[in-house]
C-alpha cells in the first residue's frame, strides 16, 4: 500500500506527487503575479514573503521524494515505443530536476542582500552566498527562463497523461491517483 510494486504506485509516492504538483501550480502564477504588482499594492511585500515560503516547503518535499523514489522499485512503463519510454524517461528527470533548480536560484534571489528566508514564522532559512556580482538579477533571470521550462514539460507531461488515459485507455493515470489502482485495462 505504502510502497510501489512493479504494477503501481504506492501512497507515498502519490501523495508527493500531488503534493508537490499542487504547490507548483500555486508558485508559477504567484511568482507571475506578484513581480507585476505596484510598490502600494498591498501584497506588494506579503506575495513574495508567501512564494518563498512555499518554495522552501517545496524544497523539503522534493528532498524527500527524490530520496523516496530513488529508495523504490518504478512501475514498469506503459509506453507504447522506444521513444516515447525516453521520452518519458527524460521529462521525469526534468520534472525533478528543473524544480530543484528553481528552489536554489530562488533561494539565491531572495538571501542576495544578506537576509534570510521566514518560513511562515515555523524557521528562518539563513542566507549563505550573498553580495555576489549581479547575483539578484542573474539568479533572477535563470529563475524565471527555469520556470518557463517548467512550465513547458508540465503541459507535455499533462498531455502525456491524459493520452494514456483517453486514448490508449491504459491505467497511467489511474495508477497515480490513491484508490484508484486496478490492475486490468493496462
Ligand atoms: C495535473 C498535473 C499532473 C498530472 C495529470 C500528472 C500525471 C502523472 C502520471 C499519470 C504519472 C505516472 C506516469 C507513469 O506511470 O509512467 C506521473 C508521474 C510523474 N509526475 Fe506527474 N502529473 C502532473 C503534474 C506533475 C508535476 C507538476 C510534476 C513535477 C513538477 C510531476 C512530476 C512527475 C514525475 C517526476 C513522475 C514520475 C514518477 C515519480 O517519480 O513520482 N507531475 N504524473
Known amino acids: 500500500m505504502w510502497r510501489n510494486t512493479a504494477d503501481t504506485y504506492g501512497l507515498i509516492q502519490m501523495t508527493l506527487h500531488w503534493l508537490i504538483a499542487i504547490l507548483i501550480a500555486v508558485l508559477l502564477p504567484l511568482g507571475l503575479w506578484m513581480t507585476g504588482l505596484d510598490y502600494y499594492d498591498p501584497w506588494y511585500k506579503k506575495a513574495p514573503d508567501l512564494h518563498r515560503a512555499i518554495g522552501i516547503l517545496l524544497a523539503l518535499l522534493l528532498m524527500l521524494?527524490?530520496?523516496?523514489?530513488?529508495?523504490?522499485?518504478?512501475?514498469?512503463?506503459?509506453?507504447?515505443?522506444?521513444?516515447?519510454?525516453?521520452?518519458?524517461?527524460?521529462?521525469?528527470?526534468?520534472l525533478y530536476l528543473l524544480p530543484l533548480l528553481l528552489v536554489v536560484s530562488g533561494y539565491l534571489i531572495s538571501t542576495a542582500d544578506g537576509r534570510g528566508?521566514?518560513?511562515?514564522?515555523?524557521?528562518?532559512?539563513?542566507?549563505?552566498?550573498?553580495?555576489?556580482?549581479?547575483?539578484?538579477?542573474?539568479?533572477?533571470?535563470?529563475?524565471?527562463?527555469?520556470?518557463?521550462?517548467?512550465?513547458?514539460?508540465?503541459?507535455?507531461?499533462?498531455?502525456?497523461?491524459?493520452?494514456?488515459?483517453?486514448?490508449?485507455?491504459?491505467?497511467?493515470?489511474?495508477?497515480?491517483?490513491?484508490?484508484?489502482?486496478?490492475?486490468?485495462n493496462r
Open 65 to 94: 521524494r527524490l530520496g523516496w523514489r530513488l529508495a523504490q522499485v518504478q512501475p514498469r512503463s506503459r509506453a507504447k515505443s522506444a521513444w516515447e519510454k525516453r521520452a518519458a524517461v527524460a521529462a521525469h528527470r526534468l
Open 117 to 184: 528566508i521566514d518560513v511562515f514564522g515555523w524557521f528562518e532559512v539563513p542566507a549563505t552566498l550573498r553580495g555576489l556580482e549581479g547575483q539578484e538579477d542573474i539568479a533572477g533571470d535563470v529563475h524565471f527562463t527555469l520556470a518557463m521550462l517548467l512550465l513547458a514539460v508540465i503541459t507535455l507531461h499533462v498531455i502525456a497523461a491524459l493520452r494514456h488515459h483517453l486514448v490508449h485507455k491504459d491505467d497511467t493515470l489511474r495508477r497515480m491517483w490513491p484508490g484508484m489502482t486496478t490492475t486490468h
